[in-house]
């Protein structure tokens, strides 16, 4: 079981590393110590769902559906675009500053919502977790065992990441770094959507 197990866990985190829209997300959540628990439960059980659906044989969907694929590509292209502009526009006024503990300027309804278009409509995640883990998984010997690791992985990362903000909380007391981080975001969103786009 530990022969599937451990390598479906470090590829599900090798994956999750690099800075995505969903990352970038909880990173700003945490240091906003804002819906922290609900946005890192939330992030892995959707990633749970996804890699589940994968190591069950569902990356068919695609081919079986053939404008799935682009349907998500402009889709989630376009909500990026959208999302990266907000933090633009953020960074350029400035002025905001780490709030304090517990003070909610976005509803948890608001949040989640924000969160899961972020999630479903990026065709990276599926490309991650149902093709990419999913058919990697059929090639161990308890393709269940690698998926629970890789699951384990994403709910550790999500956590870790959404707790460990507050560590940056020093640096985050300054508007400056706030802006910092939105351009950032900005960059990273549009990024990505010119990769969906363009390719």
């Known amino acids: 079981m530990l022969s599937s197990f451990l ?5 599900s985190l090798t994956l999750i590393l690099a800075i ?8 700003r959540q ?6 922290v628990f609900w946005v890192c439960l939330t992030c892995g059980t959707t990633d749970a769902l996804l890699i589940a659906g994968g190591v069950a044989g569902f990356g068919a969907l695609a081919s079986a559906v053939p404008w799935f694929e682009t349907a998500m590509r402009y889709g989630g292209a376009m909500f990026l675009l959208w999302y990266g502009a907000q933090n633009a526009i953020s960074a ?13 300027t976005q509803s948890l309804r608001q949040v989640i919502l924000t969160l899961l278009a972020l999630t479903f409509l990026n065709p990276h995640v599926y490309l991650d ?3 990419l883990i999913g058919s990697i998984s059929a090639q161990y010997p308890d393709k269940f065992a690698f998926g629970g690791g890789a699951v384990l992985a994403s709910f550790t990362f999500f956590f870790a990441l959404g707790y460990g903000a507050r560590l940056l909380s020093p640096l985050f007391s300054k508007p400056f770094s706030w802006q910092v981080l939105d351009a950032l975001i900005a960059l990273t969103m549009w990024a990505i959507a ?5 390719g």
């Open 30 to 35: 945490g240091l906003r110590r804002q819906h």
């Open 92 to 104: 350029w006024r400035g002025g905001a500053a780490l709030e304090i503990e517990g003070e909610a």
């Open 129 to 131: 977790t149902v093709v």
């Open 20 to 27: 995505g829209a969903q990352n970038a997300f909880v990173l």
């Open 194 to 198: 010119a990769k969906l786009l363009f």
């Open 7 to 11: 390598p479906g866990y470090a590829l």
